[in-house]
């Protein structure tokens, strides 16, 4: 599967973005779908991920409550919604993709830079 990052910009601080993850090669449903996020100088990080069995991840505790994932299958498009954006949000996103039978992420999309100015 070949994924497709989009939706980043910049924004201020309160603000909300809506980032698009696109597939294609296989449906999206086959897989475990997860956004990332890496600042300069910082570890890659976790921030949501979805799966069409319903078992989700939790979402850590930095985005929680203001970060939301959600996946269309006809589209084949994975979301995540962005809201009250803080400036320690500013980072590369990058969603990928995981068999469910396997725990490592095994396909990556290019990332996507979302800035949040103070």
């Known amino acids: 599967v070949q994924l497709q990052a989009s939706g980043g910009g910049l924004v201020q601080a309160g603000g909300y973005l809506r980032l698009s993850c696109a597939a294609s090669g296989r449906a999206l449903s086959w897989y475990v779908v997860g956004w990332f996020r890496q600042a300069p100088g910082k570890e890659r990080e976790f921030v949501a991920s979805i799966s069409w069995n319903g078992v989700n991840r939790p979402y850590p505790d930095s985005v929680k409550g203001r970060f939301t994932i959600s996946g269309d299958n006809a589209k084949n498009m994975v979301y995540l919604q962005m809201n009250s954006l803080k400036p320690e949000d500013t980072a590369v996103y990058y969603c990928?993709?995981?068999?469910?039978?396997?725990?490592?992420?095994?396909?990556w999309g290019q990332g996507t830079l979302v800035t949040v100015s103070s």
């Open positions: 990928a993709a995981r068999s469910t039978f396997m725990t490592e992420y095994t396909y």
